[in-house]
């Protein structure tokens, strides 16, 4: 693994870290956006396990996003279009012509590949030739009733974490069965999650996680806003994901000409940082049969 720092434009820093072959060209190196809630060290099993799936001579790419691991915190202006732009510029340092999102960061490279391509909006950026997502948590024609986020922010602030998480689980509608459990009963039970590394981590992440969890839920986009897209984008989801995700990733690819559709067998929201092994495969096959 191979790390380093970039400097933004607005003055803040990026931590950027490559698995696999360091001098890789564009066209065999993906640029990974990670999720809500998850540091870049959390794809660290799957960026070397994909990268060594599709051999010596491909490089994963996985940077920080803002307010966690070693890249700085958001800044007070923090929207979408922040996410965009630091999309803009690990695409253009790292020269990757691949790109592919998890959760929260399939809707930061949707947002952003949309941005690069409609003449209407003034972000810049190269649009990559292949296009990956996975579960993306993206709010289409108003899909997801984002009044719980007022509440979640006044709980992060107060320090509330475990009635915070609870609040987050029921408003996603992570896993059918807790996002049914009642906000007290349920934010008691993630309590005992407090003191596992899995645990501490979510909870160091909740400020920024509020401010991304705006900045992608908040302003819902119709779906046909996203048909600009390049027709060889690749639409996937976990066949035990959660019901609003499976929905997204296929509506998503009803109304982007030409694109594809997959859902991988037993794979879940978390398999991406797992390295779930059929979804490995499912990814490098895209990312491989695509390559000219």
Known sequence: ????ILPTSDGGSLALYS??????????????VGGA???????RPFAAALSKRLGDEWTLDVY???????????PPDYSMDTEISDVALMLNHTGAQSLFGHSLGGAVVL?????????QETATGPVPKRLA???????????IDTKWLRAFSDDVAAGRNSRALARLERGMKFSATLSRVPEPILAALLAGTSRTKTGKLARTLLPSGVGELRAALEE??????FAILPKNTHFMAGSKSAAYFRTT???????????????????IHGSVPAAFGTLLDDIGDYFTQSES
């Open 220 to 225: 819902s986009r119709p779906a046909n806003s």
């Open 37 to 43: 809630f998850l540091t870049a060290m959390i794809y």
């Open 249 to 267: 990733a296929l509506k998503l690819h009803e109304v982007v000409p030409g694109s594809t559709h997959l859902e991988t067998p037993k794979g």
């Open 1 to 4: 693994m191979n790390e380093r």
């Open 64 to 74: 920080d996003r803002r307010g966690r691991g070693n890249s700085t915190d958001q």
């Open 111 to 119: 947002n952003a590949v949309r941005s690069f391509i409609d003449p």
């Open 133 to 143: 997502v996975y579960d993306p948590a993206i709010n289409l024609d108003t899909a």
């Open 19 to 32: 698995y696999g072959a360091s001098d890789a060209p564009g066209h065999r190196r993906i640029l990974v």
